[in-house]
């Protein structure tokens, strides 16, 4: 299998299922579930061309992204690590400390996968956080700590643990909902599926051409 292709649940895996010379796994909710099962997968049945963190996601505040939208990370973006003070967040290279062979949360994507993959989709930065946002308040904090459009909770852990094992990796997601106060939110889960379903696989044809 020559692409690696890891979801949080069955539903997004299933909507792969069209994709050829892949290994397609759920490997659950979360940066935890997330980064395990991808080094497991790659140390049990790698080699693979590379690593995608795939899934649906929520839209930030102030884009122009639509329900249904495909979009890829140009960067994969940890939004909680780091110190909270009275005054500020600080991320982790305002504390002087390294998340791994990059600067600050940004977990870097791979550069030609990304240019491949932004000549179909939009491309941003995409939070991976740990708690959704399901207030107006958090929503804009997620978006002004990572400068990100889009949030879910695996791409930075995915794409970290692959990077750790030497394997190239990117993040692409289909957007479900808006994030913000729960009560007003808008979501299309089955529409975003199908999205998934019926536009990731070509874009992932694409990339390993």
Known sequence: ??????TAVSAEADALSGTS???IIAGGIGRT??????TQAILEHGPFDFVCSIGIAGMLPDTDLSLGETIVAETCVYAEEGLQTNEAFMD???????????????????????????????????????????SDQQAH?????TNAIAEAMEGAAVVHA?????????????ISNTTGDRTRQ????????????KNIPSILEELHT
Do not use: K
């Open 162 to 174: 692959a990077r750790r094992l030497g394997l190239p990796a990117i993040e692409i997601r289909t």
């Open 141 to 145: 904090l997620v978006a002004r700590r």
């Open 92 to 134: 982790m290279a305002a504390m002087g400390f390294a998340l791994g062979d990059f600067p600050g949360n940004q977990v870097p994507v791979d550069q030609q996968l990304l240019q491949r993959a932004s000549a179909h989709v939009s491309a941003g930065p995409i939070a991976t956080v740990a708690t959704c946002s399901g």
């Open 186 to 197: 808008q979501w299309d889960l089955d529409g975003a599926l199908h999205a998934m379903s």
């Open 33 to 38: 579930n997330a980064a395990a099962a991808t």
């Open 1 to 6: 299998m020559s692409m690696l292709l890891i």
């Open 21 to 23: 010379d892949a290994m």
